[in-house]
């Protein structure tokens, strides 16, 4: 079992920047690729940003390309979302997942944070 715990989510201008953190606790961190998924009101929940459990491989939606980064560190056990330039389209609730390396499976998820932007 993999327990993951979101944090860093809160209000922001337009403009703005946040860092979500997701910390993990359970088995060894290092095993898993890991990702951040968005959702908005009334829409269903999209890919973000993945990282492999390297952190030598990362990949974007392409809404986020150029402004968000993903990042880990597995001494923390922590992956996280730098969210840069951030705008009214990217109000959401945010959640990490994990997926065990290779797997194509998101087999565990966070409880998610909030993020809202105002313009």
């Known amino acids: 079992q993999v327990q993951l715990v979101e944090s860093g989510g809160g209000l922001v201008q337009a403009g703005g920047s946040l860092r979500l953190s997701c910390a993990a606790s359970g088995r060894t961190f290092s095993m898993y690729d890991m990702g951040w998924f968005r959702q908005a009101p009334g829409k269903e929940r999209d890919f973000v940003a993945f990282i492999n459990w390297s952190g030598g491989s990362t990949a974007y939606a392409d809404s986020v390309k150029g402004r968000f980064t993903i990042s880990r560190d597995n001494a923390k056990n922590t992956v996280y979302l730098q969210m840069n330039k951030l705008n009214s389209e990217d109000t959401a609730f945010y959640s990490c997942?994990?997926?065990?390396?290779?797997?194509?499976?998101?087999?565990?998820w966070g409880q998610g944070t909030q993020v809202t932007v105002s313009s």
């Open positions: 997942a994990a997926q065990f390396r290779g797997s194509t499976t998101w087999a565990y």
